[in-house]
């Protein structure tokens, strides 16, 4: 089967490779991949949907806040469908505990960085 080079593009991204400070730990929803990637999220969702039927990523739902102009403009919670690459997986899900068990970690060096900042 060919692979487009957006395909490409896409599974990369989706490998959680990055130190996670741009768009967090992995899995990534459409919009984490646009914001990686560039292109739009229909063209994205659309295109990651595919790859899932070829069983080259995975979906699951996640629980994120999301910005919403509407009943008033805030973060709120919803549903969202987040994709792993099923050829990194274990990997991923690995380095993703790995960095959340170091996140208070970092917060704390970021605090002192900022304080000593004056």
Not at 87 to 107: F, I, M
């Amino acid at each position: 089967m060919r692979r487009t080079e957006n395909q490409y593009r896409i599974l990369e991204a989706l490998t959680g490779l990055e130190d996670f400070l741009e768009c967090g730990p992995p899995p990534y929803s459409a919009a984490d991949v646009v914001f990686m990637v560039g292109g739009n999220v229909r063209n994205t969702s659309r295109t990651l949907k595919l790859l899932e039927a070829r069983g080259m990523v995975l979906s699951e739902f996640k629980q994120r806040d999301q910005w919403c102009e509407v009943p008033k403009p805030g973060h709120y919670p919803r549903s969202i469908r987040c994709y792993w690459s099923i050829a990194t997986l274990e990997e991923d899900q690995a380095r993703v505990k790995a960095w959340l068990a170091g996140a208070e970690e970092r917060s704390r060096a970021a605090i002192d960085k900022l304080l000593t900042m004056r």
